[in-house]
């Protein structure tokens, strides 16, 4: 091959690769670096999340020694925040996880058996879409206590329902197909059906769906914040909560939290809608 068609296909290479939007790329570096703070928190942060500096309490930002200030008790919201994104992340991941997984295994019983298991399937997603996830989280939380894990698992039934309406529907018309026939005519037990052959050719939705699900959950564990984690734990809802309190007198205690909440979940959304764009083949 010359230098010549070496160059000419090297050009038709670059021209046939899609187009990344700047808001969708500014999105990706956003959330790639929510990731790196969260693994390296710790070692990211000047001070311990928890130290007290009480003769600098509520200074401003811009402070050498506090570049976002501190909060009534002296500690440094840097740090705080540093560990929040950590924490908050974790419970986003795990909830949304654990909704998916839900979700789309129920989904795929009620397509494979149909009949009564169909019926008891769409009627607990009837129950759950009608039910106020809030007022049945903060119930949970104030019977059994408030512990991270019993959190994440709480937030982990946000939003199943969806996941499951999405794979039952898209998995029947997935056996309609001769593809799914001719596997199970070949003998494939249905654990293969659906996770080798079924699961990859509708994942692009219910990935779709995934980065919808989980903003929501963010915002939601905001709103738990004060039954939630609870100190000296933090995370981004509970430092709005208590910041709230100093809204007037120490703004920075909420907004630096606020405005990563806010960012993130605006990421996480621009990034679902042009994975929407460019998955759903009725958009092509």
Known sequence: MTDATMKDSAVRYRISLPAIPVSVALAVTWIIAMLVIAAFAEKIAPYGYTQL??????????????WLGTD?????????????IRISLLIAFGATAISAVVGTTLGFLAAHFRGVVEQFVLMLTDFQASMPFLIMALAVLA?????????????????????ARIARGLAISANAQGY?????????TPARIYLRHILPNIASTLIVSTTLVFPEVILMESGLSFLGVQPPMTSLGNMVGYGREYLT??????????????????????????????????LQ
């Open 53 to 66: 500096d009480l003769r600098n309490r509520l200074s401003a930002p811009g402070n050498v020694a506090h």
């Open 249 to 282: 007198r120490a703004p920075w205690i909420m907004l630096a939290p606020a405005t990563t909440i806010v960012v993130t979940t605006l990421a996480v959304s621009v990034i679902g809608d042009w994975l929407r764009d460019r998955l759903d083949p009725t």
């Open 72 to 84: 009534e008790l002296g500690r440094d919201v840097l740090s705080r925040l540093l560990v929040s």
């Open 180 to 188: 799914a026939a001719a596997v199970r005519q070949l003998g494939a």
């Open 143 to 163: 019977f059994f206590g408030n512990s991270l894990p019993l959190l994440i698992g709480l937030m982990g039934l946000f939003g199943w329902e969806r996941y």
